[in-house]
């Protein structure tokens, strides 16, 4: 990690391009950038660390080197010693169809991921979850919760790209949707989740202030939430609010419009005929969320 921009940029150099430059502290999904010349990984080092534009999170960054595959998110319960794994999902964190566009905190997600096998899903498990178990026991630090392993799948092979310890947004929304398990059971035990494997898709789709992810929004009128639920999706609100009455976005990501079925096209199609709906002016939302699974189907 680094806090001198210059000795940042003169590792980025060495390594060579594309590369990654992270914000160390939280940034609400927006601190992660990849970079393709020395121009653009001038820029962001001096947004993230000169000008502060994510305050006290981008003063220290780490610089990786780009690894190129398919981004999935593999999410286990921890309790005294023991795992279960949640249905996998795959998030959308470029802005812009076709991962087009800056990162943000995520634009959509499905469950479960199908780029994840029973084979990868068991090298993961192996490579990753096990050695992550036996470290806690060593350490001796007794975990309780969620632990989110954000991977790179390059080549059949799984990489970790970072820990969290939080269901993630969206994927929480869509492995509520998917969860075969109450989830006070999940979080008492969470070997429950063994036997919790599903044959439906649950798919998720965000909506955002027409500024996100570069600045706030003035706070923006959202109609016809039940005439779209009526379609048999759920509605996640996140940043909204009451004003007189009336359902109000109060800037960024303010809506993941979900739905599920056992044919994922449908779980699809039942999504955007529920946006089509939502009256939320100039919002902005991928429009091929889940696309990427047909390929493994």
Same mark, same amino acid.
């Given at each position: 990690s680094f806090t001198d921009p210059k000795k940042a940029l003169n590792?980025?150099?060495?390594?060579?391009?594309?590369?990654?430059?992270?914000?160390?502290?939280?940034?609400?999904?927006?601190?992660?950038?990849?970079v393709f010349s020395r121009q653009e990984a001038s820029q962001v080092l001096?947004?993230?660390?000169?000008?502060?534009?994510?305050?006290?999170?981008?003063?220290?960054?780490?610089?990786?080197e780009f690894l190129k595959g398919e981004e999935a998110s593999y999410i286990i319960a921890v309790k005294d010693g023991k795992f279960g794994v949640m249905p996998t999902s795959q998030d959308h964190k470029r802005l812009k169809d076709n991962d087009e566009g800056p990162n943000t905190g995520g634009m959509g997600a499905y469950s479960p991921a199908p780029i994840i096998t029973k084979e990868l899903d068991l090298k993961i498990?192996?490579?990753?979850?096990?050695?992550?178990?036996?470290?806690?026991?060593?350490?001796?630090?007794?975990?309780?919760?969620?632990?989110?392993?954000? $991977?790179?799948?390059?080549?059949?092979?799984?990489? &970790?790209?970072?820990?969290?310890?939080? +269901?993630? @947004?969206?994927?929480?929304?869509?492995?509520? $949707?998917?969860?075969?398990?109450?989830?006070?059971? &999940?979080?008492?035990?969470?070997?429950? +989740?063994? @036997?919790s494997n599903t044959d439906e898709f649950a798919v998720g789709v965000v909506m955002a202030c027409k500024n996100y992810p570069y600045s706030n929004c003035e706070p923006t009128p959202i109609r016809n939430l039940e005439k779209a639920q009526q379609k048999g999706v759920l509605v996640f609100q996140a940043n909204t609010k009451l004003i007189n009455g009336e359902i109000y976005s109060s800037g960024g990501r303010a809506l993941t419009v979900c739905a599920k079925s056992k044919d994922l096209q449908k779980a699809i199609d039942d999504v955007y005929d529920a946006i089509s709906l939502i009256d939320f002016k100039d919002a902005v939302y991928r429009k091929d969320i889940a696309q990427k699974a047909f390929k493994y189907l």
């Open positions: 590792l980025i150099e060495d390594i060579g391009y594309p590369a990654v430059i992270k914000a160390d502290g939280l940034a609400s999904g927006k601190g992660v950038v990849i001096e947004d993230f660390m000169v000008k502060n534009k994510l305050g006290e999170s981008g003063k220290k960054v780490v610089i990786e498990k192996e490579k990753i979850v096990k050695p992550i178990m036996a470290g806690l026991d060593q350490e001796r630090f007794d975990y309780t919760g969620f632990l989110y392993i954000g $991977l790179m799948i390059s080549e059949g092979e799984p990489y &970790v790209l970072e820990f969290n310890v939080r +269901l993630g @947004d969206p994927e929480a929304q869509v492995l509520m $949707l998917n969860l075969k398990k109450e989830l006070l059971d &999940v979080i008492s035990d969470p070997s429950v +989740l063994q @036997d």
